[in-house]
């Protein structure tokens, strides 16, 4: 199916533990952005990547590590969990960097 | 540092109304403006979005005002109804300088029937 997926949609993991959420997308889009979804606080940038091979941080980058070998797959991971990365973690992907990002239905991370 | 101001944190609007949501932004880079519609479970979705060249760009019941001196920009839903309950993001992006769109906190819409 063409789009934007995430996996898991769901993932409780503990302190301390390494998780990786993965994303993918069909439209071979250049862009795509790591965003975190917290209430009060919106969606804030985590890493961006305007092509294989480069990415970027973004506004809350520390914590997380990304990687992008191939131009459909972004993934995301969190070294070592702590509880306050307990957040919706969406995943986007644009064609043209700014101009409408299409989004993921979410990973809901719970850190205990 | 919070670059992209949103207000309010909440509206609840009768059917039939005009919802407002407002959007200030301090850096001048920043040339794409654009809203995103969030229902629950769902990952955002563009509404609609303006470029600082125009004042103003109105899609059927959904209008962006875009005020440049200001550095302020809003949403404005005519007749809103109970279907338009969701939440509401401004955004902030530059074709220059990283391609990153930046987020505000937010507007929870509800419509009453």
């Known amino acids: 199916d063409a789009g934007i997926t995430q996996s898991p949609r769901y993932k409780i993991t503990e302190t301390g533990r390494q998780v990786t959420l993965m994303c993918h997308q069909t439209w071979s889009h250049s862009y795509m952005f790591w965003y975190r979804q917290d209430l009060g606080h919106g969606l804030r940038l985590i890493y961006y990547s305007a092509a294989a091979d480069i990415t970027d941080k973004g506004e809350v980058p520390d914590g997380y590590v990304v990687s992008r070998s191939k131009t459909e797959n972004f993934p995301l991971t969190l070294e070592s969990a702590t509880r306050s990365q307990t957040s919706v973690y969406f995943c986007a992907s644009s064609a043209q960097g700014v101009i409408e990002a299409f989004f993921g239905q979410g990973t809901r991370l719970t850190v205990v | 540092q919070q670059q992209v101001k949103q207000s309010p944190q909440s509206l609840i609007v009768q059917k039939g109304g005009i919802s407002i949501i407002n959007c200030a932004y301090e850096?001048?880079?920043?040339?794409?403006f654009p809203w995103y519609q969030q229902f629950p479970g769902k990952g955002p979705a563009l509404l609609i979005a303006i470029r600082p060249d125009v004042s103003e760009k109105k899609e059927g019941r959904f209008t962006i005002s875009f005020n440049k001196s200001a550095k302020q920009f809003s949403l404005h839903i005519m007749d809103s109804q109970p279907g338009d309950s969701a939440t509401y993001f401004c955004a902030v992006g530059g074709f220059t300088g990283g391609f990153k769109t930046i987020f505000g906190a937010g507007t929870r819409l509800f419509v009453k029937a």
């Open positions: 850096n001048t880079a920043f040339d794409y």
